[in-house]
Structure formats: structure tokens, C-alpha cells
């Protein structure tokens, strides 16, 4: 069936310091990705739509300019956390769309763990 | 979306059937009723969706009244690895994204 990756699957980084998530569709074409995060606790939190092609939509309080999303291909999204501070430590999920033709569910990545020292 | 209200927590016993319930009273007659669960540390898994009609997985089954202002996810016979936080979700086909709620957090024992 359909799958969606994410790399990597957790990552520890120094405050101040950058960091990439990449979110694949492994077997099928993703014109649209969303991403989430998701605190201890709480439930997931949408931040983005990543378009294929065109600029992402952030969400109200999610800053674009902190949270870099590119989607270059039909099957590639990345997540980039710039100037990572404390507070940004977070379990990171994308999801992507079920192929056209098909019931509406979604797809979502295994997640990312960003822990930020 | 419409608004879907869940219990905060249940618990099951092994091999019995756990029954989820979901209002969603708000709903719109062109919105599915998704259901999907996370099971900890994971990205949240699909389970079953519907309409109008009860529906049944490998899974789950998915009962919806005739008005469509609740549902109940049954798993038949609940196991350890169904402990899981179970999500319902009111939403049309489109391909826009979920929104999660706070969900129900499922605890199975033996």
C-alpha cells in the first residue's frame, strides 16, 4: 500500500542551529503534503500545507519564516526548523493525500523527533 | 469541519469489544465521519471512514446512526497493541488536511 517516509526519524541539535526534515511518498505522487506537530500530550497541530510547485500555506501563528517548507517534487516535502530554539522541540508529522480515484483518508510519516539543546 | 466530541479516556479488556463513541451533531450531509488512532510515538494510522452506511474493515467496523449526529468504532476484539489514542474526524472528500482534536485515549489490559 501507500507509503509515507520521513528522515530522520529523530535528530538532537544545539539552539541556534538549523535543521531538515525530508517527508517522501514512497509509492505514489503527492501534489500536497501537511504538515503537523504534536507537543507531549496534546494532539496534532496542522502548520502547513506544502504545495507542489508554489509556496506553502502556514497556518495562523506558524512563522514562514522560521519554518522553511519546500516541496520540489511530486514526491519530496522538507521541513526546515531555522535558528532552532528550545521551545521548537517537537514530534514533527507529515502526512499526504490518498491517491485520486481512491476514499479520501490520508497517509501519514512515522514522524520526526526534534529534540533541541 | 464539523466539531466532533469524544470521551477523554476508556479502557477495554483484552479480547472484549471496545466501543468508541464520537458526536458529531454539527455534521453537514456532504462530510465523511474518518476515524483514525496513534498509537504512541507514531504517525496516526487510518481505520475506517463512512458516510451514511455502517462499514466494516479488517479492522474495525463503523456504526453510524440514521441521523448522522453520532458514531461508534468498534473494535471486536480489543488487543494490548490497540492501546492507542483514537481520533474521529468530521470532514468532506477533499484533499485538504486533517484536524485533530483531542481524541480518545484507548487503554486495553489484560
Known amino acids: 500500500g501507500a507509503v509515507v517516509s520521513q528522515h530522520p526519524s529523530w535528530v538532537i541539535c544545539k539552539s541556534g542551529t538549523s535543521v531538515k526534515i525530508e517527508c517522501r511518498s514512497l509509492?505514489?505522487?503527492?501534489?500536497?503534503m501537511f504538515w503537523y506537530r504534536q507537543f507531549p500530550k496534546q494532539s496534532l497541530m496542522l502548520m502547513a500545507t506544502?504545495?507542489?510547485?508554489?509556496?506553502?500555506?502556514?497556518e495562523q501563528g506558524v512563522e514562514k519564516d522560521k519554518f522553511l517548507i519546500n516541496h520540489a517534487s511530486l514526491t519530496l516535502s522538507t521541513l526546515t526548523v531555522t535558528s532552532a530554539h528550545p521551545e521548537d522541540s517537537s514530534f514533527y508529522i507529515c502526512?499526504?493525500?490518498?491517491?485520486?480515484?481512491?476514499?479520501?483518508?490520508?497517509?501519514f510519516g512515522p514522524g520526526t523527533r526534534l529534540t533541541v539543546l | 469541519d464539523a466539531k466532533t466530541t469524544q470521551p477523554p479516556s476508556m479502557d477495554c479488556a483484552e479480547g472484549r469489544a471496545a466501543n468508541l463513541p464520537c458526536n458529531h451533531s454539527?455534521?453537514?450531509?456532504?462530510?465523511?465521519v474518518y476515524w483514525y488512532r496513534q498509537i504512541h510515538s507514531q504517525g496516526p494510522q487510518y481505520i475506517i471512514h463512512?458516510?451514511?452506511n455502517n462499514e466494516t474493515n479488517e479492522m474495525a467496523s463503523l456504526i453510524i446512526t440514521e441521523d448522522r449526529k453520532s458514531s461508534t468504532l468498534i473494535l471486536p476484539h480489543a488487543t494490548l497493541r490497540d492501546t492507542a489514542v483514537y481520533y474521529c474526524?468530521?470532514?468532506?472528500?477533499?484533499?485538504?488536511?486533517?484536524?485533530f482534536g483531542k481524541g480518545t485515549t484507548l487503554s486495553v489490559s489484560s
Open positions: 502526512s499526504a493525500p490518498r491517491p485520486a480515484g481512491l476514499a479520501g483518508e490520508q497517509f
Open positions: 506544502s504545495n507542489e510547485g508554489s509556496k506553502a500555506t502556514y
Open positions: 509509492d505514489f505522487q503527492a501534489t500536497t
Open positions: 454539527t455534521i453537514s450531509g456532504n462530510e465523511y
Open positions: 463512512g458516510l451514511k
Open positions: 474526524i468530521a470532514r468532506n472528500q477533499a484533499g485538504t488536511a486533517l484536524i
